[in-house]
């Protein structure tokens, strides 16, 4: 009974599409429905790269001390690099930014991240600080975990900036808290920026090799994307 009661639901069609066409009316055939989601719609790759980027940038302005909260990078190399870090940290490197005091370098460092964040990475966990507050940390007694535990998070962190390098006088100590934390990261491909007062190579005075030591400055080569920063003082200017 099943057999008939399809065909003639078949015939039934068919006898008013036959109908529909004698007055000349086409049967409309139904169009495709569009059920995916927009870039607001959960779904939706757009809204989700969104959602990461609010957070990371929340943790990014945590990172962040007051005065740079409204640091953005505009210098073209700078934002290149961010963009790797953003696509593939693996293939980012190191970031160098050198230059005399008040070129904007440490402002520039913290754009980057922000720039970072505003990507919307998968994972985003950042630490910044100034090469003297590090130091402290890896000294016995600078910090409640220890020593060691503060040397294996400034290696692991997956983004790291080291604001100030080369300002501590050389010692047998920063020499090799600086080569483990910058050998680790360069053997894991972590990206890192470092900012400098002292150029990366200088025959006509002091720079990070005098300061570091050869076997770190030699790391830092292979990997590293130096940007000068040059100009003026801009903290003299807006004083």
């Not at 150029?199 to 292979?222: F, K, M, V, Y």
């Amino acid at each position: 009974m099943l057999e008939p009661q399809r065909l003639g639901g078949e015939n039934l069609i068919a006898r008013l599409q036959a109908r529909l066409e004698a007055r000349g009316l086409a049967a409309v055939e139904p169009g495709p429905v569009d059920n995916a989601p927009t870039p607001d719609e959960p779904g939706h790759p757009e809204y989700h790269r969104r959602r990461r980027a609010d957070w990371a940038l929340q943790r990014w302005t945590t990172a962040t001390p007051f005065r740079y909260q409204n640091a953005t990078a505009t210098h073209p190399q700078v934002t290149a690099w961010a963009d790797q870090v953003a696509a593939d940290p693996r293939k980012a490197g190191f970031l160098f930014l050198t230059g005399s005091f008040g070129t904007g370098k440490t402002h520039q460092a913290y754009g980057a991240l922000r720039h970072i964040a505003e990507a919307g990475p998968e994972r985003y966990e950042v630490l910044a600080l100034t090469a003297p507050d590090m130091y402290a940390l890896m000294r016995p007694g600078g910090s409640e975990q220890g020593p060691e535990y503060e040397v294996k998070r400034l290696m692991r962190i997956p983004l790291l900036l080291i604001d100030d390098l080369g300002t501590e006088k050389i010692s047998e100590f920063t020499e090799e808290a600086t080569y483990r934390l910058l050998n680790y990261r360069y053997n894991e491909c972590l990206p890192l920026i470092i900012t400098s007062n002292l150029p990366a190579r200088d025959e006509n005075g002091p720079d990070l090799n005098d300061q570091l030591g050869q076997r770190i400055t030699s790391r830092l080569s292979q990997m590293t994307t130096v940007v000068p920063m040059n100009g003026f003082d801009r903290r003299r200017g807006a004083a």
